[in-house]
């Protein structure tokens, strides 16, 4: 188990919270849309699968669906990402996020997620997810 969440269900309870957020508060669904882009991630440390299109937000078995880009990496990455604490060049080159997809496209979203940095301590905090 990796240090940030306490099984997978408390993995998913914050995924879930933060990436519909992401998708349809902070207007990333819009980006998917235009870009047609659709995400799958699989998880590991604890296992499990979010997948996120303009309209969806879904986790578990079911997110296990094909998407234009799939990733997998650590949960552990994912929080390490998010507080700024591994780059996404970085984590593609040491494969700490191993990627497949048309890389570019993906890289273009990259701007798009910038306005969730500041507040993502907020999401950790509710969801008691430890950031130091």
């Given at each position: ?8 269900k408390?993995?998913?309870e ?7 957020h ?14 047609e882009?659709?995400?799958r991630?699989?998880?590991?440390d604890p296992d499990?699968?979010i997948y996120?299109d303009a309209?969806n937000?879904?986790t578990g078995e ?11 990496m650590s949960?552990d990455t ?10 996404l060049p970085?984590?593609?080159a040491t494969?700490?996020?191993k ?8 890289l273009k979203?990259t701007?798009?997620?910038k306005p969730i940095y500041p ?6 905090k ?7």
């Amino acid at each position: 188990m990796g240090v940030y969440f306490k099984d997978q269900k408390h993995m998913y309870e914050f995924l879930e919270d933060l990436w519909k957020h992401i998708v349809f508060e902070a207007g990333l669904g819009e980006k998917l849309r235009a870009y047609e882009v659709s995400y799958r991630y699989k998880i590991t440390d604890p296992d499990g699968y979010i997948y996120i299109d303009a309209d969806n937000v879904i986790t578990g078995e079911e997110a296990n669906r094909d998407a234009v880009l799939r990733m997998e990496m650590s949960a552990d990455t994912v929080v390490l990402f998010w507080l700024k604490k591994l780059s996404l060049p970085v984590a593609l080159a040491t494969r700490k996020i191993k990627a497949k997809g048309p890389i570019p496209k993906m890289l273009k979203m990259t701007p798009a997620l910038k306005p969730i940095y500041p507040i993502f301590p907020e999401f950790c905090k509710k969801h008691n997810v430890p950031i130091d």
